[in-house]
Antibody, heavy 122, light 109 residues
């Protein structure tokens, strides 16, 4: 069974750093990209960026480029999303998702993590 | 435009058919996929690559596309179909970027 299991709820202050994780199981972790998706309270889904765990190549949405870093450790089948200095606007639910991409199918997310709630407040 | 536009809210009577649409220039070149999200839950893929259903998704869900518009149709809507629905596609050929529509809140009356 394919599973993506994310790390738990975080409460941080503005300016603090944070890394959240997403552990894949039940499939070959290096065969699929992992994307991160933000959902602010009461709002829609926003694609942040993706990583190819086989070589750690990344792409970021222009909206998130420079604000977050996506990384992966293929030896433990885990992807990460990190901030060096959080802002209050970072309060949101963050989902990881297995990202399938091909010339014929386009891009879609077939398995999702349960989400990590990040609250940034002074 | 690099955006995908969805109606914010749609309603359907129980057992009737409803179509949820997604418009954007990228849909002329790339397939749309669709996700269902219920309150407090992660999204679930219901249609991928225009009109393919993952295992476990009821066949009352179907997808179609024409020009710059993709559609998700629910034939015989059930109470459990009440949820938010999002479309997505690749944005353009420049960098494997992905975009989501703003979402449609479906109410089953």
């Amino acid at each position: 069974e394919v599973q993506l299991v994310q790390s738990g709820t975080e409460v941080k202050k503005p300016g603090e750093s944070l890394r959240i994780s997403c552990k894949g199981s039940g499939y070959s972790f290096t065969s699929y990209w992992i994307s991160w998706v933000r959902q602010m309270p009461g709002k829609g889904l926003e694609w942040m960026g993706r990583i190819d765990p086989s070589d750690s190549y990344t792409n970021y949405s222009p909206s998130f480029q420079g604000h977050v870093t996506i990384s992966a450790d293929k030896s433990i089948s885990t992807a990460y999303l990190q901030w060096s200095s959080l802002k209050a606007s970072g309060t949101a639910m963050y989902f990881c998702a297995r990202h399938y991409s091909s010339a014929w199918s386009g891009d879609y997310f077939d398995y999702w993590g349960q989400g990590t709630l990040v609250t940034v407040s002074s | 435009s690099s955006e995908l536009t969805q109606d914010p809210a749609v309603s359907v009577a129980l057992g009737q058919t409803v179509r949820i649409t997604c418009q954007g220039d990228s849909l002329r070149n790339y397939y749309a996929s669709w996700y269902q999200q219920k309150p407090g839950q992660a999204p679930v893929l219901v249609i991928y690559a225009k009109n393919n259903r993952p295992s476990g998704i009821p066949d009352r869900f179907s997808g179609s596309s024409s020009g710059n518009t993709a559609s998700l149709t629910i034939t015989g809507a059930q109470a459990e179909d009440e949820a938010d629905y999002y479309c997505n596609s690749r944005r353009d050929s420049s960098g494997n970027h992905v975009i989501f529509g703003g979402g449609t809140k479906l109410t089953v009356l």
